[in-house]
């Protein structure tokens, strides 16, 4: 448990690096320890040290994450707990596999810190060698089927994701990965019959609103695709998404005022968040 708690919080810290500003050197540091296929990243240690003073060599990751809420964009702070945390899940993920080499928890495990460290090829051979097996562990070919998007393979990741849906019907992650999937394939007939009876439910999930606007869309059914964002923005008023791609659609279709009445609702939903998050 202490390795896979530590892979995740790895990779959550490292997510957010991606995201902070000034985080070109943390990054580089990264991505040079997955090229040499190392699990080592602490080339910029030195740096994130001096670019943050208030951090101090022995720190616990504890100590470090308490300081999070005031410095949550710190990319040197981001860096040296996605770091640690993952030479911690190392160290925990090494023990485990000495002492139970052929646990299936362990060799999934391995598969997933593979996938972290850049290793796609290593990590696709230890998942298929489980999903092989009499009786494969949940959520596996999701886990292989979220490899293979990373990868940017659509066609494995569609089968994958609909051997998922197959094993557990009711995972609606699978139901989303297949309809990214076709969506990526450019195969909007398959993607539409996917998706009725989804959207024809009480409520239907919004991913599934907008994937089913852009089939309706490409197959030429401007009304179809312009009804599904319609149900849409009654759901969720506040989603700028839909707002925006129906003042496309309006624009697309020659009603130009309704356009302009979405494109103004986008706008204020826009500069709503922005005054939001500047407080």
Not at 105 to 114: K, N
Not at 183 to 204: N, T, V, W, Y
Not at 224 to 253: I, K
Request: charged share 25%; glycine share 6%; aromatic share 6%.
């Amino acid at each position: 448990y202490l390795a896979r708690a530590s892979v995740r919080a790895s990779k959550h810290f490292l997510a957010l690096l991606e995201k902070a500003p000034r985080n070109e050197d943390y990054i580089h540091a990264i991505e040079q320890a997955r090229q040499n296929s190392s699990p080592d990243a602490y080339a910029a240690v030195a740096l994130a040290l001096k670019n943050a003073p208030y951090l101090r060599p022995g720190m616990s990751i504890a100590e470090m994450a308490s300081l999070l809420p005031q410095r949550a964009n710190d990319a040197a702070l981001l860096y040296i707990l996605g770091v640690v945390c993952g030479e911690q899940a190392m160290q925990a993920f090494l023990l485990c596999e000495k002492q139970y080499p052929d646990s299936v928890p362990v060799r999934r495990l391995r598969a997933e810190m593979l996938a972290s460290q850049g290793r796609y090829d290593e990590a696709v051979a230890v998942y298929r060698s489980l999903a092989d097996l009499p009786r494969p562990a949940p959520g596996l070919h999701h886990d292989l089927a979220m490899l293979y998007r990373k990868t940017g393979e659509w066609d494995k990741a569609l089968g994958e994701f609909q051997q998922q849906q197959r094993v557990q019907p009711d995972d609606e992650r699978a139901a989303v990965g297949i309809s990214e999937s076709l969506l990526r394939l450019g195969r909007f007939a398959e993607l539409r019959q996917h998706l009725k009876p989804i959207a024809a439910a009480p409520s239907p999930p919004e991913w599934a609103l907008l994937d089913l606007s852009s089939a309706e869309q490409e197959l030429g059914n401007l009304d179809g695709a312009t009804y599904c964002l319609q149900v849409a923005a009654r759901q969720d008023p506040a989603s700028q998404t839909v707002h925006y791609r129906l003042s496309r659609l309006y624009s697309l279709a020659g009603r130009q005022e309704l356009a302009a009445q979405e494109a103004r609702t986008f706008q204020k939903l826009k500069q709503s968040q922005v005054g939001a998050g500047s407080k």
